[in-house]
């Protein structure tokens, strides 16, 4: 049997929420499919020391502020996922889970999502399945060869384990550096990065990088000179424990091997670096294997937007996936806005 909704929201995480909440207020009929058996998202897998880079007061969804955790002033993990476990109940948004989607179809005036619990059937769908579930890997010569341990940013949760062994942390962004700081301590750690770390300034933190999001945002759909956005400040924020283990001469980054050996890495002079671990904080590409059968990439693989909404499919939106998809759209505080805008265009769609 064939279910139907008005609006499929596919992905249970923050933006699917963000929508949700939106299409809730518009009177919108929708469900949620999510993967997840349970809420929180991809918070709920995270590394076990991660801490949001803002105070809880900005890192709120739209209509409901992130209470503050006792004694953090940076949430951790955990925390964010309480706080979204309580308001998707707060706001009673219909979230089906465990759902996995499958495919998504046109079908004359609908769109059919398949799924592991049978079809749905909706005037538009919101893709919101963000990047967490796919990891990039490099093309490193030798990769496949490592005798040792590989993991990537997904799949490390602590240094459980880990003390006394040799390893190296590949990443010069935020996750490669928090994660050799949860390392820097207990381990040979051998920090690799692509150029130089450039640290933010230590007294800034997630609303000003959202702060300079939303003004290049806004300088580039008024054809003003590019500002740089967050890239112009810097790549790495400096939260506690990465100042911490900066300051004390722990995070000395190494320039980037140039091939991977049974036991270890080597730089293009000959020097060598032995390894147990190779941890790969080497970022994410956008989930979308779902809207392959919509066949809406281009000829580089890119799904062409105007906002959130795809150009080919304009009953398709894309939510969450980063600046791509709206100015800091990947975070708590930053979804908001481009998500009460894709209510708004499915809403006109509807009429």
Request: aromatic share 8%.
């Amino acid at each position: 049997m064939t279910l139907t909704a008005q609006v499929v929201v596919i992905g249970g995480g923050q933006a699917g929420l963000a929508a949700g909440y939106h299409l809730r207020r518009l009177g919108i009929e929708f469900v949620i499919l999510d993967a997840q058996a349970a809420p929180g998202g991809a918070w709920q897998h995270i590394w076990e020391s991660l801490h949001l880079f803002s105070p809880a007061a900005y890192s709120s969804l739209p209509g409901r502020f992130m209470p503050p955790q006792p004694g953090q002033i940076y949430p951790d993990a955990q925390h964010v996922v309480e706080y979204l476990t309580d308001y998707e109940k707060r706001y009673a948004l219909p979230v089906e889970r465990p759902v996995r989607v499958l495919g998504v179809h046109r079908d004359g005036l609908f769109l059919r999502v398949e799924t592991d619990a049978g079809p749905w059937q909706a005037r538009a769908v919101i893709s919101t399945t963000g990047t967490w579930w796919r990891p990039f890997l490099p093309a490193v010569p030798g990769r496949e060869a490592f005798e040792g341990h590989q993991l990537h940013t997904v799949t490390y949760r602590s240094p459980d384990g880990l003390h006394g062994r040799k390893i190296v942390v590949v990443g010069g962004g935020n996750s490669g550096a928090q994660i050799a700081a949860d390392l820097a301590y207990d381990t040979q750690l051998t920090w690799v990065t692509q150029r130089p770390p450039r640290f933010l300034a230590d007294d800034i933190d997630g609303r000003a990088l959202f702060d300079a999001a939303t003004a290049r945002r806004r300088a580039l759909d008024s054809g003003r000179p590019d500002t740089g956005g967050v890239a112009s400040l810097g790549d790495i924020v400096a939260v506690p424990p990465v100042r911490e283990a900066r300051d004390r001469g722990l995070l000395k980054a190494s320039p980037m091997f140039s091939r991977v050996l049974p036991g270890g890495v080597e730089w293009t002079d000959g020097t060598r670096a032995e390894a147990d671990t190779i941890i790969w904080c080497t970022g994410f590409r956008p989930a979308l294997s779902h809207l392959t059968p919509l066949q809406l990439r281009g000829r580089r693989g890119h799904i062409a937007v105007d906002g959130t909404r795809t150009v080919d499919e304009p009953r398709l939106h894309l939510l969450g996936y980063g600046d791509w998809t709206g100015p800091a759209s990947a975070t708590l505080i930053g979804v908001g806005r481009p998500a009460r805008d894709t209510a708004r265009q499915i809403a006109e769609l509807l009429e």
